[in-house]
């Protein structure tokens, strides 16, 4: 039996989390340091602590890195700037001009480290020739609201950039190249960590057009223009990208595992559902309540806890005009389904603390989650409507509110049931 739930719960979290912080984990990838020049670039919500771990490892390197707004870290050499996330500003803009600036300068027997994190995507910015960075801006809006997943986000992005899809790779030819990369993609594909931009890529511009006439996608014009004309995006066995060498050394599976031990050690039996699932967050809340009610009515007095753990990024399709993100509207759409169910409590939060565009990283739910919402006035199935998750919990006091977490291994959900107490 556990006795706080919600308390226990945010323990599996913060483990989680922890378990994939670069300065725990990034020193045992790190070659030694290359006797010549060194370069180090990067960018994503985690590429600043990486940085910051590159440097306790190796002293004070060159480098640039670019990160969210608020993630930033101290570093000796590596030059660290913050920029817009999920939707890209000028900062981006001009650190990005100034990093390919950078590794252009690298030669015949330099080495250059790139650090990507998720972020990355929407902080690397330089649009194609023919598009500005205010129509970037809409479309990354765009695609933030059609509820399409994030690797067909990712593969209209890359076309319409030219540092994404190896192309900041190739900028960095003839020198060797290592990509450390933090996964937060369902997968764990190298290519859609970041856009990858120094991963080749076979896809095409019309495959990219696909996706915007597939999820609606409200683009300019120019955007519909640039597509329709050759890319610059970098085909895998491109020769430029032979000297590179891409390894993902953290992704959200090792993230899971540590919250299932920690889970385990307290008597849980854990049932691991996932680490890259996908969908609509109110669909996949609703067939996770099924699948918690089920296996409640099996269980008798004196059982074990039972935990749900899943991974993954889930999307939300913008109908409303509240404010939510897939880990909080997950939560809602579940205390909805579980309309609650005696000993049933959930956790769901994106590992970078960040749920949407909110800086919050998920909420909590329990029994008394649609009660409490009734005496505070708050109706749970008109936010959902208006996907206003974020709204709703924080009227019941129940966000959850980390801050930069420093990593982004993506999403993590926790269903813990309890047989009902007789």
């Not at 500003?89 to 600036?101: E, K, P, V, W």
């Not at 931009?197 to 640039?226: C, F, K, N």
Request: with cysteine; charged share 20%.
């Amino acid at each position: 039996m556990i006795d706080h739930p919600e308390q226990f719960l945010r323990t599996l979290f913060d483990r989680a989390v922890e378990v994939a912080d670069p300065m725990r984990s990034l020193k045992d990838f790190l070659p030694e340091k290359p006797k010549g020049r060194v370069f180090v670039i990067g960018a994503g919500k985690a590429s600043a602590r990486m940085a910051e771990a590159v440097e306790a490892a190796w002293g004070p390197c060159e480098g640039l890195v670019i990160t969210r707004y608020g993630y930033g870290r101290p570093c000796r050499g590596i030059e660290i700037v913050e920029a817009a996330h999920p939707v890209p500003d000028q900062a981006g803009l001009d650190a990005t001009a100034r990093m390919l600036s950078l590794v252009e300068g690298a030669g015949e027997g330099d080495f250059v480290l790139a650090l990507i994190s998720g972020g990355a995507s929407a902080l690397l910015v330089q649009p194609v020739p023919g598009v500005s960075l205010a129509e970037k801006q809409a479309v990354n809006q765009a695609l933030l609201a059609s509820g399409a997943p994030i690797d067909r986000m990712n593969t209209v992005r890359k076309h319409l950039s030219q540092v994404k899809g190896g192309q900041l790779a190739a900028a960095t030819w003839p020198a060797d190249l290592l990509a450390l990369m933090i996964s937060d993609v369902p997968g764990d594909d190298p290519a859609f960590i970041g856009s990858g931009p120094t991963v080749g890529d076979p896809s095409t511009p019309h495959e990219a057009l696909a996706v915007i006439d597939r999820w609606q996608v409200d683009v300019p014009a120019s955007v519909r223009q640039a597509l329709a004309e050759a890319s610059g995006v970098v085909g895998p066995d491109d020769p430029r990208l032979a000297r590179t060498r891409n390894v993902i050394y953290a992704a959200p599976r090792q993230s899971l595992e540590a919250a299932s031990i920690l889970a385990r050690q307290h008597g849980c039996d854990v049932r691991l559902l996932g680490d890259a699932l996908e969908g609509e967050a109110r669909e996949v809340a609703e067939m996770q309540a099924k699948e918690a009610l089920a296996l409640q009515a099996a269980m008798k007095s004196g059982d074990p806890p039972i935990l749900l753990l899943s991974g993954g990024e889930l999307t939300v399709t913008r109908r409303g005009d509240g404010i939510g993100g897939p880990n909080a509207e997950f939560c809602l759409a579940l205390a909805l389904a579980l309309d609650g169910a005696s000993g049933i409590h959930a956790l769901a939060c994106d590992t970078d603390g960040v749920d949407g565009a909110a800086e919050v990283a998920g909420a909590v739910i329990g029994p008394q989650t649609l009660t409490a919402a009734d005496k505070q006035g708050a109706d749970p199935k008109l936010a959902l409507k208006r996907n206003d998750a974020h709204s709703f919990f924080a009227t019941l006091d129940a966000q959850v509110v980390t801050g930069p977490t420093l990593t982004n291994v993506n999403d993590f959900r926790a269903i813990l049931v309890q047989a009902p107490v007789v």
